[in-house]
Structure formats: C-alpha cells, structure tokens
T-cell receptor, first 115, second 114 residues
C-alpha cells in the first residue's frame, strides 16, 4: 500500500532563511509519481510540481527546488530566501502507476515565515 | 485560479440532512476527483470519474454518492449527514485521469454540520 510521511508538522522560520520540507514515501510500484501542493491560509490547493520515478534530476524553479532520491524514498522541497507569502501548509502526494491516479497525501507541513 | 469551480463555498446544515456539492472541471479536462479534508483524517481520496464513468473509489461512505454528467460537471451527494462529515470537500480535475497528470483543485466547499 502506498504511504506518504511528512514528519515535520510545523516549521517556523524568519524571512530570508532557507527551509527544507521533508517527504518520505512508500510504494511497491516501480512506476509512480510524486507531487507537491501548497495550501495557503485561503484554503485552496495549488499544484507546485510533479516528478516521475524514472527522473531523479533535481529541479529548481525560482526560489523553489526539489531533491528526489529513490535510494532513500524521499522527495524533499527547499525554499530559498523564504518570504512571508510562503506561509502555508505544504503537502507531498503520491500516485502509483498500477493502482489508478488517486493521490495519497502526507499529513502536511505548516510553514510559518515570520517577518 | 485553477480553472476548477466549486459551489457553494460554504454550506451549513443539520444532522440527518442531505446536501449536493457541485464541481465544474477545467476546460478540456475529462476526469474529476473528489477529496475530503478533515482534521482527523487529513486529505482523503473519495472517488474519481472519467468522461461520465466511475473509474476509482476510495474511502467513500455508502451515504455518499457522486456522478459526472455529459457536460462533465460533477456532483457529490452527501446524505444522512453526521457531525463527523464536517470537512472541506475538494474537487480536482485532470486531462485524462492518468496517474502522471497533475490534478488541479478547486477552492473547496466547506461543509459544517450543526
């Protein structure tokens, strides 16, 4: 069965600090997809990134970067030079190639960036 | 704006009642998903439709049902409501419902049972 664990329930940083959100997943499939979503205080879920199991290249998008390591079943998310607007709950999610496209979400990490 | 529209945004009702939540997917998306977000269960997949047909079922109670109409909008019906059904219900859509396609979420419907 698939499972996603985000061990950090809450993280608080001061603006301009770098912060890394951890995500560990479990799956028996060799083909799977990993996602990160952001849920700001307004409540909507915003898609950030998708990574497939065959592509271990790290990805950078502006201040955001993602580190995917199959050896440790982790897909961590780093925000560089954090800003107050980054304050949100961040969810890591997994979908498996063989069991449909449902997303299994982690518990979420509440990130608070203080000015 | 994700392009997924959910109505209503808020719903307050009483135990034992029935409600209908509505979702219009992004233009061009054929697949619709429903998720429930509650404090104790987190974000849970309920059900998926693709082009009008049910494709996958998750932790959906028998009191809940859904359908996708020919115009691709979807409705989630919740009946015999209980206090524990209070949650944020999200609809999401993707192009073809494949596992490699990102799901784009609506703003959710917040259901409060009094």
């Amino acid at each position: 069965a698939q499972k996603v664990t985000q061990a950090q329930t809450e993280i608080s940083v001061v603006e301009k600090e770098d912060v890394t959100l951890d995500c560990v997943y479990e799956t028996r499939d060799t083909t799977y997809y990993l996602f990160w979503y952001k849920q700001p205080p307004s409540g909507e879920l915003v898609f950030l990134i998708r990574r497939n199991s065959f592509d271990e290249q790290n990805e950078i998008s502006g201040r955001y970067s993602w580190n995917f390591q199959k050896s440790t079943s982790s897909f961590n998310f780093t925000i560089t030079a954090s800003q107050v607007v980054d304050s949100a709950v961040y969810f890591c999610a997994l979908s498996e190639g063989t069991s449909g496209s449902r997303l299994t979400f982690g518990e979420g990490t509440q990130l608070t960036v203080n000015p | 704006d994700s392009g997924v529209t959910q109505t209503p945004k808020h719903l307050i009702t009483a135990t034992g009642q029935r409600v209908t939540l509505r979702c219009s997917p992004r233009s061009g998306d054929l697949s619709v998903y429903w998720y429930q977000q509650s404090l104790d269960q987190g974000l849970q997949f309920l059900i998926q439709y693709y082009n009008g047909e049910e494709r996958a079922k998750g932790n959906i109670l028998e009191r809940f049902s859904a359908q996708q109409f020919p115009d691709l909008h979807s409705e989630l019906n919740l009946s015999s409501l209980e206090l524990g059904d209070s949650a944020l219900y999200f609809c999401a859509s993707s192009v073809e419902g494949a596992s490699n396609q990102p799901q784009h979420f609506g703003d959710g419907t917040r259901l409060s049972i009094l």
